[in-house]
């Protein structure tokens, strides 16, 4: 079986604007086919930025046109792509903070965060996690910030028979020393490879610390972006035999 190449979709999107952000994904979407990516992961809230406050106006249906380009070049390149958006949830007045998985096939996945940080409840439902994928003969377990804070998710994430466990992130520089020593030693611990991918700009006021990062299953840093911005962090390989590199996002239209 040929290595598997995941990717970190380190983008500075703008808060709201997800006409904008859509065509930065699909910028990001396109370098990273040009990579030979299977998986591609952007982070937490991806197409609307972080803002808490207006996320209920700017929430989606699963089925949203809004994702149909997406959709459409993730077929074309044959690439399991999650991008990050509040979902519409039937019955509840609240979104969940989802990420939405486009499958090389043209169907449409979500995991929805479970673990919701203070405060994020008076905007947000907490949501019910997600089925475990499977990428390049590997299984992905996802996660959205706040849920890899508590250790039991990734714990339960590797009982299940993860081998890479996948997080879209917003962590600032104050939290990051912390956060990122937390995902190293889940790696360590649970004998399973992380991905992250964190924003590369501000948003909702929050100055996102960058840094997107992949630890093999020892827990050894193999790839992590040097500074904020639009990057690409790809990683390819199999267990124990990981090797990355950082691409700097090329110009993009819009």
């Given at each position: 079986m040929p290595p598997a190449v995941f990717a970190a979709a380190q983008c500075a999107i703008r808060d709201g604007d997800i006409p904008a952000n859509l065509?930065?994904?699909?910028?990001?979407?396109?370098q990273a086919h040009g990579h030979g990516v299977d998986l591609?992961?952007?982070?937490?809230?991806?197409?609307?930025g972080y803002a808490p406050a207006v996320a209920s106006g700017l929430a989606q249906d699963l089925d949203t046109p809004l994702l149909a380009p997406l959709r459409q070049l993730a077929q074309e390149a044959g690439m399991t792509t999650v991008v990050g958006m509040p979902l519409k949830v039937p019955?509840?007045?609240?979104?969940?903070?989802?990420?939405?998985?486009?499958?090389?096939?043209g169907s449409i996945a979500v995991y929805t965060?479970?673990?919701?940080?203070?405060?994020?409840?008076?905007?947000?439902?907490?949501g019910s996690g997600g089925e475990l994928l499977s990428v390049?003969?590997?299984?992905?377990?996802?996660?959205?910030?706040?849920?890899f804070s508590h250790p039991e998710h990734a714990a339960q994430a590797a009982?299940?028979?993860?081998?890479?466990?996948?997080?879209?992130?917003?962590?600032?520089?104050g939290g990051y020393p912390a956060d990122s020593a937390l995902l190293q030693g889940y790696a360590q611990r649970h004998a399973m490879a992380v991905l992250m991918a964190n924003h590369g700009g501000t948003?909702?006021?929050?100055a996102a610390a960058g840094r997107s990062a992949f630890w093999d299953e020892q827990g050894r840093c193999v790839v992590t972006a040097s500074a904020t911005g639009n990057r690409l962090l790809v990683v390819s390989g199999q267990a124990g035999e990981w090797q990355g590199v950082e691409v700097s996002l090329a110009q993009h239209a819009g």
């Amino acid at each position: 079986m040929p290595p598997a190449v995941f990717a970190a979709a380190q983008c500075a999107i703008r808060d709201g604007d997800i006409p904008a952000n859509l065509a930065l994904h699909l910028a990001f979407m396109r370098q990273a086919h040009g990579h030979g990516v299977d998986l591609l992961l952007f982070p937490e809230l991806s197409l609307t930025g972080y803002a808490p406050a207006v996320a209920s106006g700017l929430a989606q249906d699963l089925d949203t046109p809004l994702l149909a380009p997406l959709r459409q070049l993730a077929q074309e390149a044959g690439m399991t792509t999650v991008v990050g958006m509040p979902l519409k949830v039937p019955g509840q007045d609240k979104p969940r903070i989802a990420a939405c998985i486009l499958h090389p096939d043209g169907s449409i996945a979500v995991y929805t965060k479970q673990h919701l940080h203070t405060g994020e409840d008076v905007f947000f439902s907490a949501g019910s996690g997600g089925e475990l994928l499977s990428v390049s003969g590997l299984s992905v377990a996802l996660s959205v910030c706040a849920d890899f804070s508590h250790p039991e998710h990734a714990a339960q994430a590797a009982q299940r028979g993860a081998q890479v466990y996948a997080t879209g992130v917003l962590i600032g520089e104050g939290g990051y020393p912390a956060d990122s020593a937390l995902l190293q030693g889940y790696a360590q611990r649970h004998a399973m490879a992380v991905l992250m991918a964190n924003h590369g700009g501000t948003t909702g006021g929050w100055a996102a610390a960058g840094r997107s990062a992949f630890w093999d299953e020892q827990g050894r840093c193999v790839v992590t972006a040097s500074a904020t911005g639009n990057r690409l962090l790809v990683v390819s390989g199999q267990a124990g035999e990981w090797q990355g590199v950082e691409v700097s996002l090329a110009q993009h239209a819009g």
